[in-house]
Protein backbone atom coordinates (compact mmCIF):
# COMPACT_ATOMS: atom_id res chain seq x y z
CA UNK A 1 0.00 0.00 0.00
CA UNK A 2 2.68 2.10 0.86
CA UNK A 3 4.92 1.00 -2.07
CA UNK A 4 1.87 1.60 -4.07
CA UNK A 5 1.61 5.30 -2.97
CA UNK A 6 4.76 6.25 -3.55
CA UNK A 7 5.39 4.81 -6.71
CA UNK A 8 2.63 6.88 -8.04
CA UNK A 9 4.43 9.85 -6.85
CA UNK A 10 6.30 12.22 -9.17
CA UNK A 11 10.01 12.64 -8.41
CA UNK A 12 9.29 16.14 -7.00
CA UNK A 13 7.01 15.08 -4.60
CA UNK A 14 9.02 12.33 -3.45
CA UNK A 15 11.45 14.64 -2.63
CA UNK A 16 8.93 17.03 -0.99
CA UNK A 17 7.50 13.54 1.42
CA UNK A 18 11.43 13.02 1.87
CA UNK A 19 11.96 16.83 3.24
CA UNK A 20 8.82 17.10 5.52
CA UNK A 21 9.87 13.19 6.69
CA UNK A 22 13.78 14.51 7.25
CA UNK A 23 12.15 18.12 8.76
CA UNK A 24 9.62 16.51 11.30
CA UNK A 25 12.17 13.84 12.49
CA UNK A 26 14.24 16.38 13.17
CA UNK A 27 11.86 18.36 15.09
CA UNK A 28 10.76 15.21 17.34
CA UNK A 29 15.02 14.90 17.79
CA UNK A 30 15.09 18.40 18.76
CA UNK A 31 11.64 18.22 21.01
CA UNK A 32 12.17 15.15 22.84
CA UNK A 33 16.03 14.86 23.20
CA UNK A 34 17.55 18.22 22.40
CA UNK A 35 15.51 20.51 24.53
CA UNK A 36 14.89 18.27 27.55
CA UNK A 37 18.72 17.79 27.59
CA UNK A 38 19.22 21.25 27.68
CA UNK A 39 16.76 22.26 30.01
CA UNK A 40 18.38 19.53 32.12
CA UNK A 41 21.49 20.83 31.98
CA UNK A 42 20.40 23.88 32.45
CA UNK A 43 18.78 22.91 35.73
CA UNK A 44 21.40 20.82 37.15
CA UNK A 45 24.24 24.10 37.20
CA UNK A 46 20.95 25.56 38.76
CA UNK A 47 21.08 23.39 41.56
CA UNK A 48 24.81 23.28 41.78
CA UNK A 49 24.91 27.17 42.03
CA UNK A 50 21.92 26.85 45.27
CA UNK A 51 23.84 23.99 46.63
CA UNK A 52 27.27 26.16 46.51
CA UNK A 53 25.48 28.78 48.39
CA UNK A 54 24.18 26.27 50.89
CA UNK A 55 27.53 24.88 51.34
CA UNK A 56 29.14 28.11 51.62
CA UNK A 57 26.38 29.33 54.42
CA UNK A 58 26.67 25.61 56.52
CA UNK A 59 30.77 26.29 56.30
CA UNK A 60 30.06 29.81 57.78
CA UNK A 61 28.10 28.43 60.39
CA UNK A 62 30.33 25.99 60.95
CA UNK A 63 32.68 28.34 62.43
CA UNK A 64 30.06 30.34 64.30
CA UNK A 65 29.34 27.02 65.64
CA UNK A 66 32.90 26.12 66.93
CA UNK A 67 33.55 29.72 67.94
CA UNK A 68 30.17 29.46 70.41
CA UNK A 69 31.53 25.69 71.32
CA UNK A 70 35.17 27.50 72.22
CA UNK A 71 33.63 30.18 74.43
CA UNK A 72 31.24 28.17 75.99
CA UNK A 73 34.34 25.85 77.19
CA UNK A 74 35.90 28.99 78.43
CA UNK A 75 32.73 29.74 80.20
CA UNK A 76 32.62 26.75 81.74
CA UNK A 77 36.17 26.84 82.88
CA UNK A 78 36.06 29.97 84.47
CA UNK A 79 32.74 28.84 86.34
CA UNK A 80 34.68 25.64 87.63
CA UNK A 81 37.21 28.11 89.75
CA UNK A 82 34.36 30.31 90.71
CA UNK A 83 33.03 29.60 94.28
CA UNK A 84 29.55 27.82 94.40
CA UNK A 85 28.49 31.10 96.81
CA UNK A 86 29.61 34.12 94.04
CA UNK A 87 26.70 36.15 94.45
CA UNK A 88 27.06 39.45 91.66
CA UNK A 89 25.20 41.73 94.75
CA UNK A 90 27.97 40.59 97.31
CA UNK A 91 30.49 41.12 94.71
CA UNK A 92 29.54 44.43 93.39
CA UNK A 93 29.44 45.66 97.75
CA UNK A 94 32.94 44.62 97.88
CA UNK A 95 34.09 46.73 94.39
CA UNK A 96 31.92 49.64 95.60
CA UNK A 97 33.57 49.45 98.90
CA UNK A 98 37.00 49.33 97.03
CA UNK A 99 36.18 51.88 94.68
CA UNK A 100 35.03 54.06 98.40
CA UNK A 101 31.63 54.20 96.55
CA UNK A 102 29.44 52.10 98.84
CA UNK A 103 27.25 54.96 100.60
CA UNK A 104 26.47 56.67 97.49
CA UNK A 105 24.75 53.82 96.15
CA UNK A 106 21.19 54.28 96.18
CA UNK A 107 19.64 51.87 94.42
CA UNK A 108 20.68 48.27 93.58
CA UNK A 109 17.97 45.47 92.03
CA UNK A 110 18.73 42.44 90.81
CA UNK A 111 16.58 40.86 87.78
CA UNK A 112 17.28 37.48 85.77
CA UNK A 113 18.53 38.12 82.19
CA UNK A 114 18.62 35.46 79.72
CA UNK A 115 18.20 31.72 80.53
CA UNK A 116 19.62 28.72 78.44
CA UNK A 117 19.85 24.94 79.91
CA UNK A 118 23.50 25.55 81.35
CA UNK A 119 23.52 29.37 81.92
CA UNK A 120 21.30 32.00 83.17
CA UNK A 121 22.67 36.07 83.21
CA UNK A 122 21.87 37.73 86.65
CA UNK A 123 21.26 41.42 85.95
CA UNK A 124 22.08 43.77 88.58
CA UNK A 125 20.50 47.80 88.29
CA UNK A 126 22.55 49.94 90.35
CA UNK A 127 22.33 53.75 90.56
CA UNK A 128 25.24 55.96 92.59
CA UNK A 129 24.53 59.48 93.50
CA UNK A 130 27.19 62.14 94.12
CA UNK A 131 30.35 60.23 93.02
CA UNK A 132 33.48 62.17 90.89
CA UNK A 133 34.70 61.24 87.87
CA UNK A 134 37.41 59.51 89.33
CA UNK A 135 35.49 57.61 91.92
CA UNK A 136 33.44 56.49 88.83
CA UNK A 137 36.08 55.33 86.54
CA UNK A 138 37.57 53.44 89.79
CA UNK A 139 34.49 51.57 90.17
CA UNK A 140 33.93 50.73 86.84
CA UNK A 141 37.54 49.62 85.99
CA UNK A 142 37.19 47.06 89.19
CA UNK A 143 33.81 45.90 88.33
CA UNK A 144 33.73 44.57 85.08
CA UNK A 145 36.14 41.23 85.08
CA UNK A 146 35.97 38.60 81.95
CA UNK A 147 37.52 36.55 84.46
CA UNK A 148 34.57 36.43 86.82
CA UNK A 149 31.84 36.93 83.54
CA UNK A 150 31.18 40.34 85.01
CA UNK A 151 30.48 43.06 82.55
CA UNK A 152 28.64 46.27 82.41
CA UNK A 153 25.46 46.49 79.98
CA UNK A 154 24.10 49.69 80.11
CA UNK A 155 25.48 53.02 81.74
CA UNK A 156 23.71 56.35 81.47
CA UNK A 157 25.73 59.33 83.02
CA UNK A 158 24.74 62.75 84.31
CA UNK A 159 25.21 65.56 86.05
CA UNK A 160 24.20 65.53 89.67
CA UNK A 161 21.18 67.87 90.54
CA UNK A 162 22.64 70.72 92.74
CA UNK A 163 25.96 69.49 92.56
CA UNK A 164 27.52 70.18 88.78
CA UNK A 165 31.00 68.65 89.97
CA UNK A 166 29.33 65.61 91.28
CA UNK A 167 27.56 62.62 88.65
CA UNK A 168 24.77 60.41 88.69
CA UNK A 169 25.21 57.07 87.09
CA UNK A 170 22.57 54.62 86.65
CA UNK A 171 24.12 51.59 85.52
CA UNK A 172 23.28 47.72 84.62
CA UNK A 173 25.78 44.78 85.56
CA UNK A 174 25.61 41.28 83.85
CA UNK A 175 26.79 38.36 85.58
CA UNK A 176 26.82 34.86 83.66
CA UNK A 177 26.26 31.99 86.39
CA UNK A 178 25.79 28.27 86.44
CA UNK A 179 22.03 26.81 86.32
CA UNK A 180 21.55 25.07 89.43
CA UNK A 181 20.54 21.43 87.80
CA UNK A 182 17.71 21.14 90.07
CA UNK A 183 16.05 24.16 88.51
CA UNK A 184 16.68 23.29 84.95
CA UNK A 185 16.52 25.89 82.09
CA UNK A 186 14.28 27.09 79.38
Not at 39 to 67: C, H, S, T, W
Amino acid sequence: MIKAFWDKLEKKQRYMVVATAAFVFFALVLELVIFPFGEAVAKAKRQVAANQIKLEEMIQLDGEFARHRYRMAQIKQVMSTRTSEFSLFSYLEKKAIQARVKGNIKQMNASRGIRSSFFEETLVDLRLEKITVKQLAEFLSSVESPAELVRIKRIAVSKAKGSPEYLSVQMQIVCVTAVNPHQGGS
